[in-house]
Structures are given as C-alpha cells and as structure tokens.
C-alpha cells in the first residue's frame, strides 16, 4: 500500500548528491525502533530539507529536523500501520505526522504547504540515513548557536524559492504533482 490518507497500513544535484528523478539502484528502506512500521523509498526524494526553526526543534527534541520531500506514492508502506496525529504548525495550518502506534517514531509527516501529495520521510528512520544529506538548511535565524553550518550547503534564514535551489528533475516532478 502506498503511504496516503486515512490509516496507513501495509501493503545532477540535488537530494543526497546524487541525481534527483532517478529510480534508485538499491531502495532505500526505512522504519520506526521497534520495527512494527516498514517503508520502502521506490525513487530518490525530491529534496531534503534541513530545518533549524523552533517548532522542528522541539517536536523532535533536537536542535534540527531532517526531513525528505517525497511524492506519497512513491512511498511504499511494507510493514504496519500507522497512527496520524494532527498536530500545530508555525503556519497555523497545521501537518499531520504519521507514528507508529507502537514506540511513537515519527517516520513521516504531511506539512498543509505540499499537502497529502508529499511526505516529509524523516532521514533518521532510514536504515541507511547517511544516504539522504541535506540538499539546503533552512529557517536558520533560529538554528541554536552550537550548530556549524560548514558543509557546503546552501544556507537560508528562512525558507527559499524551489525555483533557485532544485534540480530540474524535481522540480518537474513537483509540477507534474502539482497539475
């Protein structure tokens, strides 16, 4: 099943520095810590975000969210279902993030912005994290001041436009999306 709307269950450059709209060679598979939710990544995100705001920072109890901008059909739920727990937002719109209703991790949120269209994958949930880096940094005005920002990213101290930071390939992807 694909990760969507309503209980989930089972059945160039850019994103990671490695070219973005390209079928992946190994599928990158995640899950929660108890290993109840299993997810598959059937392409490579379409960019991942490193956010430094307030509100990523306390959600996840960190001093940042990684989070990678997927199409929700290109995620594939192998294992689980998950809980979605509405929850407040800097935009007031609020996001939707989807748990395992088990140990409670976080593997994916909607934000109101992208809608149920995209999923935000949470890199850490990744069996291999290391393969999603940040393509950008972003809401930096409030990155806590212990946070080097030195690896070569593009750094924003707020959000940014698509159009100066994607890859083609994504943003073509966003645009068939997006009809």
């Not at 990523?56 to 001093?63: D, F, K, L, M, V």
């Not at 209703?101 to 069996?127: K, M």
Request: glycine share 12%; aromatic share 8%; net charge neutral.
């Amino acid at each position: 099943m694909r990760a969507g709307t309503g209980k989930e269950g089972t059945g160039g450059e850019g994103t990671g520095g490695e070219a973005t709209g390209e079928r992946l060679g190994a599928a990158l598979e995640g899950g929660c810590t108890c290993g109840r939710i299993r997810y598959r990544l059937t392409e490579r995100p379409l960019f991942v975000h490193c956010c430094h705001c307030n509100w990523c920072q306390r959600e996840t109890g960190s001093a940042f969210a990684l989070n990678a901008m997927i199409e929700v059909d290109r995620v594939v739920l192998l294992a689980g279902v998950v809980d979605r727990v509405a929850t407040p937002s800097a935009s007031g719109k609020g996001q939707t993030i989807a748990r395992c209703p088990e140990c409670q991790v976080a593997v994916w949120s909607h934000y109101a912005g992208a809608g149920e269209a995209v999923a935000f994958v949470r890199v850490g949930t990744l069996d291999t994290p290391a393969a999603c880096p940040p393509d950008i940094h972003i809401f930096t005005s409030t990155r806590l001041p212990w946070v080097a920002l030195e690896d070569g990213r593009p750094v924003m101290e707020e959000y940014y436009r698509r159009s100066e930071h994607w890859p083609a390939a994504s943003l073509d992807r966003w645009r068939a999306l997006k009809g």
